[in-house]
């Protein structure tokens, strides 16, 4: 059973760090379609960074400049390091993956993020 688990979220004030890492099991990563996302009380999920298809990645404007993605192929982990963290910032957040997405697929494709982790609760304070 595909499992996808969030850890490193908590408190912190405005300004701080946190690294969120998600490590899989029963699954690969594959390094393409796959990403963060976050929804906070009363708002949407929104994209936060992913990896696309062609294994760029992207990054949603309001992060863009503390916030990065990264994966370790040999852990089979993804992570998020965010930076200068603001209360807006604050939401769950939860990693995603296209599991039908095996390779390189190009940056136009549509990823359908179907796996989901349980999410990890990132607070912070002003």
């Known amino acids: 059973q595909v499992q996808l688990v969030e850890s490193g979220g908590g408190s912190v004030q405005a300004g701080g760090s946190l690294r969120l890492s998600c490590a899989a099991s029963?699954?690969?990563?594959?390094?393409?379609?796959m990403g963060w996302f976050r929804q906070a009380p009363g708002k949407e999920r929104e994209g936060v960074a992913v990896?696309?298809?062609?294994?760029?990645?992207s990054y949603a404007d309001s992060v863009k400049g503390r916030f990065t993605i990264a994966k370790d192929n040999a852990k089979n982990a993804l992570y998020l390091q965010m930076n200068s963290l603001k209360p807006e910032d604050t939401a769950m957040y939860y990693c995603?993956?296209?599991?039908?997405?095996?390779?390189?697929?190009?940056?136009?494709?549509?990823?359908?993020?179907?796996?989901w982790g349980q999410g990890t609760q990132v607070t912070v304070s002003s």
């Open positions: 029963a699954y690969t990563f594959s390094g393409y379609c």
């Open positions: 995603a993956t296209d599991h039908s997405v095996i390779s390189w697929v190009g940056y136009n494709h549509q990823c359908v993020y179907n796996y």
């Open positions: 990896f696309e298809g062609d294994g760029s990645t």
